[in-house]
């Protein structure tokens, strides 16, 4: 029920978003954790635009300064792209912060919102994920249109190997026309590491959980290990693979009690 209530909650924030013509959506939340700290709701909707990169850093700053706690502990994702410079500002920020991204069910995150969801330190693509090569808007007569699109392509390889991805995504997005979006499987997914925690993050919450609670590491592998078998017991194979929330990889939730006390209260948003 929480998640049925959350797609639908998504879907009028997204004409909430459209009327009031902003892509990037912040809101504190009236609930708060088991620490006392606020959540709130930081959100990427519709095209991505420069003016979009200065706005969500301004609302990280807001999310630090007032010691907010994200619902999911995640920025949430659904865009069909727009400026990939913008993309990369955005991903590099939520890099900074130790954020995690997520793309719920049923959602959309392609071209440059892709570049912003793989800058999470843990990312949750659960939706779907798309890639296309760069998109010129104006017809391009200019001689040096092949420099420029080589340019273009270094930067991207540049990004991705600073967000510890694949080269193969790029392939993937190098190879499909501007016009079309290639969506990555399950199985692309989690090679490319869009269903996990990066391994020097999660080897660091790791250390700082085992301190704090006394299990030793071995336990907090099979928790999680556990964890990820109960949601995935009814797959046959790798075809609609349900990752451990971000919340949990990360260890600010125990694993198997995530963090959505925040949103029983997200009707409030609007």
Not at 2 to 9: C, F, P
Not at 32 to 49: C, F, H, K, N, P
Not at 236 to 260: I, M
């Amino acid at each position: 029920m929480v998640a049925m209530r959350r797609h639908w909650l998504v879907i009028l924030l997204c004409v909430w978003a459209g009327m009031a013509r902003a892509d990037v959506f912040f809101e504190r939340q009236d609930s708060v954790d088991e620490s006392g700290r606020r959540y709130a709701v930081l959100m990427v909707l519709g095209q991505i635009t420069v003016a979009d990169a200065d706005t969500f850093e301004r609302h990280l700053k807001t999310i630090r300064k007032e010691k907010l706690r994200l619902v999911d502990d995640s920025v949430w994702l659904q865009s069909w792209g727009g400026n990939r410079l913008a993309g990369f500002a955005m991903g590099r920020m939520i890099r900074r912060n130790h954020l995690a991204t997520l793309v719920q069910k049923g959602e959309e995150c392609n071209s440059a919102c892709v570049w912003v969801l793989v800058g999470g330190v843990c990312r949750a693509a659960i939706g779907h994920v798309g890639v296309h090569r760069v998109v010129f808007f104006e017809p391009q007569y200019r001689r040096d249109l092949e420099w420029d699109l080589a340019r273009r392509d270094r930067a991207l390889k540049r990004y991705l190997n600073e967000m510890d991805v694949p080269l193969e995504l790029w392939t993937i997005a190098h190879s499909t026309p501007s016009w079309g979006v290639a969506y990555l499987s399950d199985i692309r997914k989690r090679i490319y590491g869009l269903y996990t925690t990066l391994p020097a993050e999660q080897e660091r919450r790791v250390a700082t959980y085992v301190k704090q609670t006394r299990e030793s590491k071995l336990d907090v592998w099979k928790q999680l290990r556990q964890r990820e078998m109960a949601l995935n017991s009814n797959q046959p194979d790798d075809a609609d693979y349900q990752p451990v929330p971000c919340s949990e990889q990360l260890l600010l939730t125990q694993p198997g009690q995530s963090s959505e006390s925040g949103t029983e209260d997200l009707e409030q948003v609007l």
